[in-house]
């Protein structure tokens, strides 16, 4: 994932950030559930990179494109009979 031969194993959550790992507020969350083990040095919080790491999984790729989009609409607000075309020509291609 990134080269740690020339990066320091410690990172402060702002470093963290930087590096694209997790937004801060959720950074945070991992700590405080226990999620993400952390060290307070002085006011600085420190993370190793190996436990940033350790979080880090490819995303999960789509099989079953029917069961996605599913479960998509079910979560969705309703739609005007407007806007259920305009979604219908947009996933065709046509807009």
Do not use: F
């Not at 990066?7 to 959720?26: C, K, M, N, W």
């Not at 190793?48 to 069961?67: F, G, K, Q």
């Not at 079910?74 to 806007?83: G, I, V």
């Amino acid at each position: 994932m990134r080269n740690t031969q020339t990066q320091t194993s410690l990172l402060t959550l702002a470093e963290a950030v930087d590096e694209g790992y997790a937004a801060y507020s959720t950074l945070r969350s991992w700590i405080a559930k226990g999620r993400l083990p952390a060290t307070r040095c002085g006011r600085r919080i420190l993370i190793h990179r190996e436990d940033l790491d350790a979080l880090c999984h490819p995303a999960r790729s789509v099989t079953d494109i029917t069961a996605w989009a599913r479960a998509i609409a079910r979560t969705a607000p309703p739609l005007s009979q407007e806007k259920a075309a305009e979604v219908a020509r947009i996933l065709q291609g046509v807009a």
